[in-house]
């Protein structure tokens, strides 16, 4: 017989299972919110002190899901990070613009005016939101399986550390702050900690792509840690 509590359990489940989430995921964080929790004062017949039990186990719950960053996510960057850019430096080898000498530029950099907003280029957790060394004022996001995307030079940022954002969020807003010559957004892609071409996860469609890789004067900097 399904009781009230079983319903609310499985309506629980549902509510909160991710579309694609590995299933012993959601069995972790289900696990260890119903350790979180006296089980004992929730096997009593269904009453209002038990309806408040099952709300605190949901919330529970709740947290658990927005604060696990990559347990239970993966989102791919799928997306321009501006609206109305040019390419000034690519990634790979290059003549570093500040220090001189052939240096790996371990992403991006796209020119626009200060005060452009920046976005999310997919859904994930803010790991990061502050000035960082010669990045400047800085935010790092994570989307799963080790997949983490980064946005520096910024002369705002508009999230926190710890914060949840979809993809399409404004993130922060163009500038030229750490080690930079001008207006400009450096964007790097990382997988396992390990920079990337960013360019393929910079693309929804061809146009895209091809507005991606076309080249203009504007602003440069790096990305070294």
């Keep these: 017989m399904i009781t009230k509590r079983t319903s609310l359990v499985l309506a629980l489940m549902a509510g909160f ?4 989430a590995p299933a012993h995921a959601q069995e972790t964080n289900a ?5 979180a929790i006296d089980m004992s004062k929730v096997t009593a017949p269904a009453q ?6 099952f709300q605190q186990l949901f919330a529970k719950w709740d947290e658990l899901d927005r604060t696990t960053p990559a347990a239970a996510r993966v989102s791919v960057p799928s997306r321009m990070p501006l609206d109305d850019t040019r390419l000034t430096s690519d990634y790979g080898m290059r003549t570093h613009p500040v220090l001189g000498g052939r240096r790996s530029h371990k992403g991006v950099d796209l020119s626009a005016p200060t005060g452009t907003p920046i ?3 997919a859904d994930g957790y803010i790991s990061k939101a502050e000035w960082f060394s010669s990045y400047g004022k800085y935010v790092s996001i ?7 995307t980064r946005f520096a030079h910024m002369s705002d940022i508009a999230v926190t550390a710890g914060s949840r954002v979809k993809k399409g969020d404004i993130i922060g807003y163009v500038g030229s702050t750490g080690r930079s010559t001008g207006p400009h957004l450096h964007y790097e892609v990382r997988i396992d900690g390990k920079a990337v071409n960013p ?3 910079m693309v929804e469609s061809e ?3 091809a507005f991606a890789l076309a080249t203009g004067q504007g602003g440069q900097g790096d990305g070294e840690e």
């Design 31 to 35: 696990a260890a919110a119903v350790g």
């Design 142 to 148: 994570e989307h799963g399986a080790n997949l983490q």
């Design 48 to 53: 209002a002190g038990d309806d408040a039990q």
């Design 17 to 20: 299972g991710i579309a694609a």
């Design 207 to 209: 146009a895209q792509r």
């Design 119 to 121: 976005y999310a280029t």
């Design 199 to 201: 360019v393929p996860y």
